[in-house]
Every structure is written in C-alpha cells, then in structure tokens.
C-alpha cells in the first residue's frame, strides 16, 4: 500500500521556521514528483510548493515565495518542506502528495497520493 506520512508540524512564533518531512512508505519516491498543499480551517485546499521527480524542477505559491524551500533526499526516501519566517496566516494543516512522472503542479486534483497531514500553528 502507497502512503506518505509527514512529520515536523507543530508550535511556531511568528518569525520562526519549521521543516516538514514526508516518507513515503510501500514505495520509493524515486519518479514521483512532489508537492506540498495546506488547508486552514473554513478555507479551500492551497497548493504550497512542487518539486519535480528529477528534483530540476520547483515552484511555490506566492504567499511563500521567499520564505519556504522544498528538496527531496531520494537515498532517505523523503520530501522536506522548510518554512522559514512564518507568519499567523500559514497556520493550516500540510499535506504531502505524491504522482508518478507528472510535470509539477499545484492542483490538488492532479495527486493520487497523499498524506494524512502535519498542523502547523503559528502563533504567539
């Protein structure tokens, strides 16, 4: 069975930085490409950030431009998200997701697999 399974969420003051991870577990990541979405409450699935199978290829939503970074680490079998000066509004709830040999995207439609999710609360 395919899973993604995130870690890394948690408290954060405004300003501060976290790094998320998504394992894949039952297969390896090598030709998958990536991507990071988030959902706060009352608010529609957001597309973060996408990295390609090969790892040449990346993009980010402009309200993280900046300031978060995705990378891929194929021999650990891991995605890393790194948030760097967060702010209230990226409080939500990350999911990683996961589909073979497809151009990066955003679109949450475009994923078959997907985490189970990592809260991020940025708050004082």
């Known amino acids: 069975q395919l899973q993604l399974v995130e870690s890394g969420g948690g408290l954060v003051q405004p300003g501060g930085s976290l790094r998320l991870s998504c394992a894949a577990s039952?297969?390896?990541?090598?030709?998958?490409?990536i991507a990071w979405f988030r959902q706060a409450p009352g608010k529609e699935r957001e597309g973060v950030s996408c990295?390609?199978?090969?790892?040449?290829?990346?993009n980010y939503a402009d309200s993280v431009k900046g300031r978060f970074t995705v990378s891929r680490d194929n021999a650990k079998n891991t995605v890393y998200l790194q948030m760097n000066s967060l702010k209230p509004e990226d409080t939500a709830v990350y999911y990683c997701?996961?589909?073979?040999?497809?151009?990066?995207?955003?679109?949450?439609?475009?994923?078959?697999?997907w985490g189970q999710g990592a809260l991020v609360t940025v708050s004082s």
């Open positions: 039952g297969f390896t990541l090598d030709g998958y490409t």
């Open positions: 997701a996961a589909d073979r040999w497809r151009l990066c995207s955003r679109l949450p439609t475009a994923f078959e697999v």
């Open positions: 990295i390609s199978f090969s790892g040449g290829s990346t």
